[in-house]
C-alpha cells in the first residue's frame, strides 16, 4: 500500500510540477499535490496541512527565497526543498542557511524520493521533541503551582564543593534576599545556635545511613531580615562508586505556624495540668483551714478579754481568713470557683466600674474608655469580670510607676475559619473583643511565657501573691473565653480577652454574608514580620482581588516601592518590626510614593501609639478577614473621594 504524501509545490511550470509528482509516486508514494505560482496563492495553500514544500529557485515575479520567509512566517515546521534547473553553489549554501533543508537539480530527481523521506522523518522528530518539551514545561508548571501552594522551597547542595542552590522560596525561608548562588556554610550560620547539633547529627545520619534520608526540625534566623522562623527540612543523598555523597536534594517548609499552634496547645494543656493540681490543693487547704478558723472561734469565745492568749489567736484566725482568699483565687485559676453567669452587657459594665478604677489607678495614671456602640453581650459572673478587669488594671498601675495611660476598648468580631486555624482555643462564631492596654514597662518573651502560672511574679516579695494573672485566666476560661498578650519591652502591653457574643434573646449571632464582604483590584503592598501573619494577610486580600507585594520588614518594602513599575495603592505595615517600624516606613514611603495612603495593623491599641493614628487607617490584631478587608476598602475608597 503506497504511502500517502500531501506535497505543496511552488512552480510555475506545470510540466515541471507533473514530474515531480510522477518521481514521487514512481517511489511508492500516493501523492495529494497542489501548485502555486504566487505569495498570495501560498499563503492560502499554507491553511492546509502537507508534509514537504517543494520550491523552483526562480519564476518570474516569485522565488524560492520568497516562499521560504512565508513558510517561517508561518510559523509551521514544513519540510522545505529547493529543485532547480540550474542552481549555483553559492545560491544553494545561501538557501540552505536561510533555513531551507535541500537542495538538488531536477536533472538529479533520483535524489528526491529519499531527501523528502529523509526530512519527513526529521520533521517528526522535532515535532515529537516538541512535545516531549511542552509536557515537561507543563509538567514544571504544574509543580511549579504545587510548590508555591504548598509554600514547599527546594535547595540541591553538593557537598565536594559546598555549592549549594536554591529556590526562591528556600531563600525566603532562610531570610535571604541575595539572587547569587551562596555556599552551604552561609546558610548553615542561619540555623538557630540552640538547634545547629541537633541539625548536623541528622546531616551526619542522612550522609551515612544506608536509608539515605533527612528529616529535621530547626530554627532558623533570618541571613538578611534577622527573623526566625522554625523550618522543617526532607532531603536524600546521592553517593558516588566509593560511597561518598556527592548530591543532597530536599525540600524545606515554614512550620512557624504550625509551631506556634503547637505552644498555645502545650501551655493550655500545662495551665490545664497546673489548674487541676490548684484546685485539688486548694480543696484540700480550705478543708484545713475550716478546721483552724473554727477552733480559733472557738477558743476565742471561751477566753475572757484581756487574756494574753487573744491576740495570738485574733493573728492566726486572721492570717487563716487571708489564706482562704488565697485559696478561693486558687479556685478560680482552676474554673472550680461557683459562677452565677448570665448575659452581660460589656460597655455598662465598664462605665459603672470607671469611677472605681480611675481611683485605683491614681492621678498620674490617665484612664480612656473607647467602648464600641455595637459590643454587645457575652455569658459570665459580672462579679469574676470586675476582678478581670481589676486585676488587669492593677498590673498596668505597677507597670507604670513613672505614670502613664491606661486603655480598655471594646469592639465585636467574627471569627471565620481562617481566623480560627491561626488561633488555636477559638471557635468559629461572634466575639466580644475586650482590650486592656497600658504603655508600661512590657514584658520580655520568657516572662510573657509564664504570667498565668499560679505564684509567678515578677514584683519584689511582700508586692504581690502571683495568683493575680492566673485568676484572669481561670475566669476567662471559665466564661468560656480566650486571652491573648501583646508585650514588648518598653512598648507597654495589651491583654486582649475574646468572649462568645450572645444576642439579647440569648442566641448566638449569625455569621456575616460573605457577598457583604467588600473586594477589590488594587495594589498592596504588605510589610509585616511575622511569617504566619504575613501569609495570613495575603491569602485574604489575594482571595478577595486584591494584588499583593509582601514584605519580610521596613527595607524590603521600601526597595519593593522603589523597583516594582506599576502602582501602588496602598501600604499595609505592622507598627512594630524588627530594624525599622511602621512609622518610619510610612515616612521614607511617602517620599517614593508620595499621597499613597498608609494603613497600620498591630497588637497594640491605636490610641496608646500616636504614629499608628491616621485618619482611622488602623486595624488591631487579632483581625477577622472581614475586618480587614472593610477597613482596606474603607481607606482605599477615601482617598478616591479626596
Known sequence: MNLPLRMLQVEDSESDAALIARQMERAGYDVYTRRVEDAAEMRKALEEDWDVVISDHRMGQFDAPAALMILQESGRDIPFLVVSGTISQDLAVGMMKSGAHDYLLKSDLARLAPAVEREIR?????QKRREAEAELRESQERLAISMDATQLGTFDYFPKTGKIVLSETCRRHFGSRDETELTFERYRSAIHPDDRARYEAAIRSANS???ARLAVEFRAIGIDDGV???LSAWGRVFFDAAGEPVRFIGVTQDITG???LEEQFRQSQKLESVGRLAGGV??????LLTVITGYSEMALNELPPGDPLRDPLTEISAAATRASDLTRQLLTFSRRQVARAHPIEINVLLRNFEKMLARLLGEEIELVLSLDPAGGMFVADPGHIEQVVMNLAVNSRDAMPEGGKLMIETSRIYADEDF??????????????VAVTDTGTGMTEDVRAHIFEPFFTTKEPGKGTGLGLSTVWGIVQQSGGTIWVYSEPGRGTTFKLLFPAVEQNGDEAQAPSAGAIPSGVETVL??????????????ILERYGYVVLASADGHEALRTAQEYPGRIDLLLTDAVMPRMSGAELAAQFAELRPGVPVMCISGYSDRMWPEAQDGGNYVQKPFTPEQLLR???AVLDRKKTD
Open 122 to 126: 526529521d520533521a517528526r522528530t522535532r
Open 258 to 260: 504550625r509551631k506556634r
Open 282 to 287: 486548694a480543696h484540700d487547704f480550705n478543708n
Open 631 to 633: 477597613q482596606v476598602r
Open 209 to 211: 545511613s544506608s536509608l
Open 228 to 230: 526566625e522562623r522554625w
Open 420 to 433: 480560627c486555624a491561626a488561633h488555636l482555643s477559638v471557635k468559629e462564631g461572634p466575639f466580644i473583643v
Open 526 to 539: 504588605l510589610a509585616e514580620d511575622e511569617a504566619g501573619v504575613r501569609k495570613y494577610t495575603r491569602q
